[in-house]
């Protein structure tokens, strides 16, 4: 039996901060079963009042509809074919913009003033099947396979240019695909880690920023209760000297289901706990540097 390690978080960029604004990024997940996992980001566009809740709105509302399929259908969404899995992302769409719209009624406001960004992806140990609006990334590597980009990001004629879901030609510009190899490890950004993970000569995936990631969930039992990492990583001043813009993450890992009853009990042994935590805080230490080090230039890098 497999389960999905994942998480989900999202960092306030340097430039929103100076300007008091919010965090419009939203990342989230649900495991649907523990080997079937839907996820989502949405990144609110920065000319828009609430796109901080429209991006909330859009990652919810994904996450729901998938939510309500029937549990026993899920591997049979994998054989769809493109047709119709653009049909039920079509269908997502109107959900999404129905509720925007409802919110902008609330708000008082258009609701173009609650445009954001949607990458939305399904996975299970046979497949995937994802769909994208706008820029930012879906990465993904299959078991025995190489990283793969799932879409390029939309880029527009001007720069900071890119499709909305509440743009006009958010379904012509949706990209959607049906994926048949068996999936291992997920990571799914907004547009605020674009430059440091993708290298867009090529469209391929830096592995040098994945790997740590990927490792981070190798080594870590539950992701959600030991996110320092990640946090630290996202928040890292040396990232931020890359991107001022907001940053989400959303990982996962398909591993073995491991039970809670496997897991050695060392609460009475209070050395043992110490030197533990002490190997994963290097082990994590480790794991940032040699993310950070792949941003820089060989002279500033730093050692472990």
Not at 30 to 48: F, K, Q, R, T
Request: aromatic fraction near 10%; proline fraction near 4%.
């Amino acid at each position: 039996m497999k389960e999905w390690r994942a998480i989900a978080r999202s960092a306030v960029g340097v430039g929103h901060q100076k300007q008091n604004i919010p965090c419009q990024d939203f990342g989230a997940y649900s495991l649907i079963a523990p080997d079937v996992m839907v996820g989502a980001v949405s990144d609110g566009a920065g000319s828009a009042k609430f796109s901080d809740r429209g991006a909330e709105i859009a990652v919810e509302t994904s996450i729901l509809l998938f939510q309500k399929f029937p549990k026993d259908i899920y591997d049979e969404l994998l054989q769809l074919t493109l047709e119709r899995a653009k049909e039920i992302f079509e269908h997502l769409l109107k959900n999404i913009l129905k509720k925007i719209e409802q919110e902008a009624q609330n708000l008082n406001c258009d609701y173009r003033e609650l445009a954001c960004t949607l990458l939305v992806f399904l996975a299970t140990p046979h497949g995937m099947v994802a769909m994208q609006i706008g820029d930012g990334f879906i990465v993904a590597r299959p078991h025995d396979g190489e990283l793969q980009l799932l879409f390029n990001p939309d880029k527009g004629e001007y720069i900071n240019e890119t499709t909305f879901v509440t743009s006009s030609n958010a379904i012509e510009e949706m990209q959607v695909q049906v994926f048949d190899w068996k999936p291992y490890f997920i990571c799914a950004s907004t547009d605020g880690l674009e430059n440091v993970a993708i290298e867009y000569k090529n469209s391929k995936p830096f592995n040098a920023f994945f790997s740590p990631l990927e490792e981070y969930l190798q080594e870590t039992l539950v992701p959600e209760e030991e996110d320092q990492y990640i946090q630290d990583f996202l928040n890292s001043e040396r990232l931020n000297t890359r991107t001022h813009d907001d940053k989400t993450l959303l990982l996962g890992l398909l591993t073995e289901l491991t039970s809670t009853l496997d897991v050695p009990n060392t609460t009475t042994d209070e050395p043992e706990i110490e030197e533990t935590e002490q190997k994963q805080n290097n082990k994590r230490s480790f794991r940032i540097k040699r993310i950070i080090n792949f941003f820089l230039p060989s002279s500033n890098k730093t050692t472990s």
